[in-house]
C-alpha cells in the first residue's frame, strides 16, 4: 500500500534511522553522562521549572540499557 509516494516501509525505515541517530549517544556511557550534563545545563540556562536529577551510576546503567533496546529495535525495523 501506498500513501501518496511515501510506502509504509519508507516510513518504517525513516523511524528506524532516527532512533538510531538520537540513541546512540545515551548507549555509550562516557557520552551519556556528557549528554545529560549538557541536557541538565540547558535546562538551568532557559530557566525552566523543576530540577534535573542527579544521575547516579545506577541510573546511567538504565539510560544505557534502554538505549541499546532501542537501537535493536531500531535495526529490526
Given at each position: 500500500?501506498?500513501?501518496?509516494?511515501?510506502?509504509?516501509?519508507s516510513i518504517i525505515k525513516a523511524s528506524g534511522i532516527y532512533d538510531i541517530l538520537i540513541m546512540?549517544?545515551?548507549?555509550i556511557p562516557g557520552v551519556a553522562?556528557?549528554?545529560l550534563t549538557f541536557i541538565s545545563q540547558m535546562h538551568y540556562e532557559f530557566l525552566l521549572?523543576?530540577?534535573m536529577p542527579e544521575f547516579s551510576h545506577l541510573h546511567l546503567m538504565f539510560v544505557n540499557i534502554m538505549a541499546s533496546i532501542s537501537i535493536v529495535w531500531g535495526l529490526s525495523g
Open positions: 500500500m501506498r500513501i501518496g509516494t511515501c510506502s509504509y516501509r546512540l549517544p545515551f548507549a553522562e556528557l549528554v521549572k523543576g530540577s
